[in-house]
């Protein structure tokens, strides 16, 4: 609190007129303090790190951001409906080596993909009942899920990468290399953000999405069934981790014990950075679009700029948080 | 085939089976009549790792080949305190020798000078104890790898090609003790012929490392050297080099074995991979206990099983060899 809570009079005179009042009313949507934050960050390493503002750079961005997006889209909706899912990166790496296991056992690749993609459907809806049924606060189950998967895989691995070689129309579709050096990954993504983005802004789930996360008594009082909405949530949040774990496997033909590992946060990053709140009930994909393309800016643009090999995450987790500030304080404003 | 040389083939097989019939007399092999003496190798490995499952092999060949019994002791899962659970039972027991991973010299501390009053003898393998002598625990000696010499015999061995204009050490977990050090070779080997060269974080995720790598070779286009320091690192590297069109324009090497290293080998992505030759801790813990203990025989210094290079001209042995579990 603070600034944002004195205003000066001449605001509030301004505020009553409507050009006015809609300005404020899109200021607090969520995207645009995400868009705020991705600006600052977009022209701060525009103006320190050469060849930024390079169609290799940008092609680089957007497959870091492609990956990790998809990841955060469910997040986000997850997020939204209240819950968190912080096994995400098991699951994705579980996925991905079961794909690997079926593709390397001789299994046709689209059934392999499917069979993983029902995999992660299981393990989120496990999760979502452990949750609804348990009434237990999910950080604390899918941490616990995020540890049992991360156990298999490391158990069916041994330790060691799972490689594959082997190439099909399916993995071109997934992560095929397109002109300009963009992945077909980013097309996944944008195609898939553009989904949830009409789901939760068009659709009774979505309605429902956020009910369940904002007033869950209020919810049930008109008719929500919240559990419900809920772990489809897991679910989608499961399935779209999964997907961009078959992505990156159809990209490098192998899968290690530590895939995935810490994407989990950086999902939740990008989610809060573009503006989705921890508390649910109040969020959107496109802000988490945004936020997953300013952690892909900050990722390339260090490297970029020359920041040194080990101030590197510092300047990662300093950047993200002052993302974070000024979207929020646009917002607020 | 002619009827002469069925005819030739025939003397030759029934005389190979006339020996055969006589060979009982003289037996191929010396079976031991009996165990001499009992080795434990305590390591922080469980059995089920591939890379122990070499170290074991190599232990237990060794065991064939001499009067004695040789055990493995490793947790399932990686825990120190699990390692020193096993360790102090493996004393309690009173072994002949000991071959032990100083995988955390503190908490090895204790229970190993306590089994060396007792007069066991006990060799370090696979992680040694860093601190100076005197400090360590004082055992015998070290069998393994020195990570510092693999670093600065790799920045030696793409010397010898030509001196890189920019080199960078590509490291996938900062702050990983064996790594660093590998790393650190690197650098002080490429730094003492006046090469820049400077260490990059490149995580372990293999998308983020092929556009950070992208990133450091697009603000340094003169880059023509990359040392990775295991698979984790060797193949986003070789994606990179391969989706940037810079196969022969980059001196590409890296450590451990794995199917990917050896086909980016064969394919001559990548110039050299160095291992650490593992078998020799298993087998050579248990030769060099047996001799200690039969003739008080031991070694002046470290056994170094690696640095140990691969690259074109052994990797089809070398592949061989990891078939049949030796390497």
Known sequence: ?333 | MTRRMLHGLLVVLAMALALGACAPAAPPTPAPAKKEFTFYIVSHGGPADPFWGVVIKGMNEAAQRYPVEAKYFGPEKFSIQELVNLLNSAIAAKPDGLAVTITDPKALDEPLRRAIQQGIPVIAINVADPRPEGERIPYLFYIGMDEYLGGLRAAQRMLAVRTPKRAVCAIHEVGHVGLEARCQGFLDGMKEKNVPVEKLDIGTDPTKAVEALKAYFTRNPDTDALLTLGPLGTDPAVKFLKENNLVGKVLHGTFDLHPGTLSAIQEGVTLFAIDQQQYLQGYMAVTWLYLYKKYGLRPANDVLTGPSFVDKDNVGLVEALIKAGIR
């Open chain 1, 1 to 333: 609190m603070g600034p944002e809570t004195v205003e000066a009079p001449s605001t509030l005179a301004a505020r009553r007129r409507a050009p006015a009042a809609r300005l404020a009313a899109l200021r607090r949507s969520p995207e645009v303090g995400a868009l705020a934050g991705f600006l600052a960050v977009f022209l701060g390493f525009s103006a320190v790190a050469p060849h930024f503002l390079t169609l290799d750079s940008l092609a680089g961005i957007m497959t870091i951001a492609a990956e990790l997006g998809l990841v955060a889209i469910g997040v986000t909706l997850l997020m939204i409906a209240g819950e968190f899912d912080l096994s995400v990166g098991s699951v994705l790496g579980v996925s991905a080596m079961a794909f690997a296991l079926m593709a390397r056992a001789g299994a046709p690749h689209l059934v392999a993909f499917l069979a993983a993609l029902a995999l992660a459907a299981a393990i989120g809806a496990l999760n979502g009942w452990v949750v609804t049924r348990g009434r237990l606060p999910s950080f604390i189950v899918t941490l616990g899920s995020m540890m049992f998967w991360r156990g298999v895989l490391l158990a069916v691995t041994g330790g060691f990468p799972i490689a594959y070689e082997g190439t099909s129309a399916l993995f071109f579709a997934l992560s095929g290399r397109l002109p300009g050096g963009f992945h077909a990954s980013a097309l996944w993504f944008l195609a898939l953000a553009l989904a949830a983005t009409v789901v939760l802004t068009r659709t009774p789930f979505g309605n429902a999405l956020f009910a369940s996360g904002g007033n869950p008594q209020a919810a049930r009082a008109l008719g929500v069934d919240v559990d419900r909405v809920k772990r489809i949530g897991f679910v989608l949040t499961a399935v779209l981790a999964a997907l961009a774990g078959i992505i990156q496997f159809a990209r490098f033909g192998s899968v290690d014990p530590l895939r995935g590992e810490g994407v989990e946060l950086e999902a939740i990053a990008a989610t809060v950075t573009g503006g989705t709140l921890l508390t649910g009930g109040y969020g959107s994909v496109i802000g988490t679009v945004l936020g997953a393309l300013i952690v892909g800016m900050v990722r390339n643009g260090l490297v970029l700029a020359g920041a040194p090999a080990y101030w590197y995450r510092a300047f990662i987790g300093l950047i993200l948080v002052v993302a974070v500030i000024i979207n929020l304080r646009i917002r607020r404003r």
